[in-house]
Every structure is written in structure tokens, then in C-alpha cells.
């Protein structure tokens, strides 16, 4: 059974610092992984996907890479802001529409 | 452009009521799905849907039913509610099976 570990569970870091958000699955077949933040009491919104065959995606200060051999993906925050706090989950696709989440990351970033 | 709106957004109900949580989405979304999220658990795959007429469980599927008459609307049905089924409930859909996952803003639902 698929399983997504996510480390730290809790972020604090200065406004400005770059930082490193991890994922771990246990299971390298995977369809894709996503990247998603959650401000509280919000939905999901989907940040990066990379599919099984990429080994990363860029968008704006963000980076995330995969790979599968070793079962983690990693995304990278530029230049951190205040604004970035919120949770941030990694997703495993193990199927048609079958994501498993992790637990997720909170981070804070102080002004 | 509403993308995925899903109602109510809170809803209470004693243990034994059944009720609907309404998942509508404009973007001609093939594959939707139902996702509950409970603390400390992240969140787990109840139904999924990929296409009109076709549905099939997910991780924990027990308790409820869901239906797809229409591309657009995909509602999950609690048929007798128990404390357990006490979470947040979201929907979620996509254009491609492996692509990028919409979410709407998610259910609160509270059972006593």
C-alpha cells in the first residue's frame, strides 16, 4: 500500500529564506505527484504536477522535483514571503484519480 | 469562471440522518472524485467518477454512495450518518485520469 510521509510537519523560517519541503512515498510506480497548498479552512490549490517521466517543474519561486528511484520529491521555496504560510501537502498519483496524500508541511513565514 | 462548487459549505446532522453534498463543476471535467480530511490523516479517496454513468471506490468507500448522470455534477450521499463520518469533505476533478487536480472549497460536516 501506497504511503506519503512529509517532513518537517511544521515550518518556521524568516520572510526572505529559501527552504526545502520534503515528500516520501514508498511506492516508485506512481502515474504523477502534485503539490498543493492549503490556507486554513480552504480547499486545495494545486501548485505543481510532475508527471512520472519529468524529473522536475518550475513556476514562479517555486521548483519541485521527483524522483522515483529513491521515492521523494522535494519543493523548493525562493525567497520566501509572508504570504506563503499556509500547509503545504505532497500527493502520490497510484491511479486513475487516485491520489494519497501526505500529511502535510505548515509553514510560517515571519515578516 | 466558478471552477468546482461544492454545498453546503457546514452542515450538522444526528447520528442516523442522510443528507447530499452537492459537487458541481464547469470546466467539462471528465474524472471527478470525493475526498474526506481528517486530522492527522491527510486526506482519503472515498469515490471516484470517470465519466457520466461510470463510478468506483476509493480507500474507504463504506457508508456512502455517489452517482454521475451528468458530466457536470457528482454528489456524494451519506445514507445513515454516524460520528465517524465527522470530517471535512472536498471534491475534486481534472481534464486528464493523471492530470492536474481542481479542488473545490471543501464540506464541513459535523455528526452527533
Known amino acids: 500500500k501506497q504511503e506519503v510521509t512529509q517532513i518537517p510537519a511544521a515550518l518556521s523560517v524568516p520572510e526572505g529564506e529559501n527552504l526545502v519541503l520534503n515528500c516520501s512515498f514508498t511506492?516508485?510506480?506512481?502515474?504523477?505527484l502534485q503539490w498543493f497548498r492549503q490556507d486554513p479552512g480552504k480547499g486545495l490549490t494545486s501548485l505543481l504536477l510532475?508527471?512520472?517521466?519529468?524529473r522536475e517543474q518550475t513556476s514562479g519561486r517555486l521548483n519541485a522535483s521527483l524522483d522515483k528511484s529513491s521515492g521523494r520529491s522535494t519543493l523548493y521555496i525562493a525567497a520566501s514571503q509572508p504570504g506563503d504560510s499556509a500547509t503545504y501537502l505532497c500527493a502520490v498519483g497510484a491511479g486513475f484519480q487516485k491520489l494519497v496524500f501526505g500529511t502535510g508541511t505548515r509553514l510560517l513565514v515571519s515578516p | 469562471n466558478a471552477g468546482v462548487t461544492q454545498t453546503p459549505k457546514f452542515q450538522v446532522l444526528k447520528t442516523g440522518q442522510s443528507m447530499t453534498l452537492q459537487c458541481a463543476q464547469d470546466?467539462?471535467?471528465?474524472?471527478m472524485s470525493w475526498y474526506r480530511q481528517d486530522p492527522g490523516m491527510g486526506l482519503r479517496l472515498i469515490h471516484y467518477s470517470v465519466g457520466a454513468g461510470i463510478t468506483d471506490q476509493g480507500e474507504v468507500p463504506n457508508g456512502y454512495n455517489v452517482s454521475r448522470s451528468t458530466t457536470e455534477d457528482f454528489p456524494l450521499r451519506l445514507l445513515s450518518a454516524a460520528p465517524s463520518q465527522t470530517s471535512v469533505y472536498f471534491c475534486?476533478?481534472?481534464?486528464?485520469?493523471?492530470?492536474?487536480?481542481?479542488f473545490g472549497e471543501g464540506s464541513r460536516l459535523t455528526v452527533l
Open positions: 510532475i508527471q512520472s517521466s519529468q
Open positions: 511506492d516508485s510506480a506512481i502515474y504523477n
Open positions: 470546466m467539462n471535467h471528465e474524472y
Open positions: 475534486a476533478s481534472s481534464y486528464f485520469a493523471t492530470g492536474e487536480l481542481f
